[in-house]
């Protein structure tokens, strides 16, 4: 019989996420392909977009990046979006290298496992999140992180 404590433990375990470095899990480097958009709810009419979503953990608005990880052999699989949480939009601290195409290095990392796929093609796979960008090599700055300091735990 499940008792309350253990609804609240389940509900604890929905949205674990794991703190990784940014070096360590993308040894590689990766790369964002596009603009940084704001994460938003789904609305049935296309000319009212939905109110931006904010996280469920941290409260801070959720903005979205596609990115390339070179790390990943399946192609299909290297492109996916990364969630920048942050109460103003991020700025990315790098410059391209060829349109749309920058290398970029992200600042409180966390990591979520989830199930993707259907049927007998199901594979692992992970919600990538981050406060912001790291500065640039060379660049002294903080980066592009939120103003409150909280992380993206």
């Known amino acids: 019989m499940a008792t309350e404590n253990d609804n609240n433990m389940t509900d604890r375990r929905k949205n674990l996420r794991f703190k990784i470095e940014f070096a360590e899990f993308f040894y ?51 492109a996916y979006a990364v969630h920048i949480l942050s109460e103003e939009e991020p700025v990315p601290t790098t410059q391209e290298t060829s349109p749309h195409i920058r290398p970029i290095e992200l600042v409180d990392v966390t990591a979520q ?21 790291a500065p640039a090599p060379g660049n002294k700055s903080t980066g592009s992180g939120p103003a409150t300091g909280k992380s993206p735990a």
Request: proline share 7%; hydrophobic share 30%.
């Open 28 to 78: 590689m480097g990766l790369y964002q392909m596009g603009p940084v958009q704001p994460l938003r709810e789904y609305s049935q009419d296309r000319n009212r977009p939905g109110r931006q979503v904010r996280d469920e953990v941290t409260g801070l608005l959720v903005w979205k990046i596609k990115v390339t990880d070179p790390a990943v052999e399946n192609a299909d699989r290297a």
């Open 113 to 133: 496992p989830r199930l993707k796929g259907s049927a007998e093609f199901k594979f692992q796979s992970y919600q990538i999140r981050a406060s912001g960008y």
